[in-house]
Every structure is written in C-alpha cells, then in structure tokens.
C-alpha cells in the first residue's frame, strides 16, 4: 500500500475539522481515528484521551448526520482499544512528536483495520454490549 507522509498540519487540520465536526465523514477513516488516538493521548494522556475521544466521536458522528444507537455509531470497546493501543505503542517509541508518532502508527501493523479480530470474535466485537460498554476480549489478551 502506498502511503503519504503526513505533516504536522495535516494532522492539526484533521483534529480540527474532526473536532469541530466540518471533517468530511468519508475522511474519517480507520487511519484518521488512529491519527486521534495518538494525538489524544500525546496531548492528554490516556484516560482523558478516551473521555475526549467519547465525547468528539459521538459529536462527529451527529454532525455528519449519523446516529449512535445500538447498532451505529460510537463505539466503547474499540474506542478504548485504540486509546490503549495507541498509548502502549508511544511508550516504545523513541521520538514521540506528534508527526513521527502518528506517521509511525499508522504505517505499523495497527493499520489492519482488522487487528481487533486477532483477539476478539465478530460476535463479541461487533456486539450490542461491546458497542454500549468496555468487553474483554474472548480469543486472546491484546500484546502490544
């Protein structure tokens, strides 16, 4: 996959247009909410990345015209994954800029948007509960 290197400002406008729910919803890709998760935890550290990730993801999503129901929308596990995810993977990095942290995420095999299934099954993924609340995983421990 070829994949361009993104600047500081391309990183700053995306958190911006996300925040201020103008991001195209076709741009909020998997590669956009890792982006998040890596900015959020550099700027607030975990668990106030994941309050700030839950409160700008489910205001996103009401302003692209989407709803967050049972079955769309906001998502508790994989929001918390990805938070922790992202905040193991900054405490091995050496240089923890903004830029060389989210280029390095998303080029590092989290870019799977597919990653979660190595440790959870669709069912329980993918589950009115997982959607609604924190769910442990079912296959194996998440390893960073």
């Not at 508790?76 to 990805?82: A, D, S, V």
């Not at 993918?126 to 609604?132: D, G, I, T």
Request: net charge negative.
């Amino acid at each position: 996959m070829t994949y361009t290197l993104l600047t500081e400002k391309d990183i700053l406008d995306l958190l911006h247009q996300f925040e201020a729910g103008t991001l195209p919803k076709a741009a909020w890709t998997h590669e956009a909410h890792l982006v998040m998760a890596i900015a959020y935890n550099l700027r607030y550290g975990r668990d106030a990345a994941l309050e700030q990730a839950r409160k700008n993801i489910t205001r996103f999503n009401e302003a692209v015209g989407g709803t967050n129901t049972d079955h769309s929308g906001y998502h508790e596990t994989i929001t918390r994954c990805w938070i922790w995810v992202a905040e193991k993977f900054l405490q091995q990095q050496e240089d923890k800029s903004l830029t060389t942290a989210c280029n390095a995420f998303i080029r590092s095999r989290y870019s799977d948007r597919k990653w979660l299934l190595h440790y959870y099954s669709a069912a329980v993924l993918f589950s009115v509960e997982a959607r609604k609340s924190w769910v442990e995983p079912d296959i194996a421990p998440i390893e960073i």
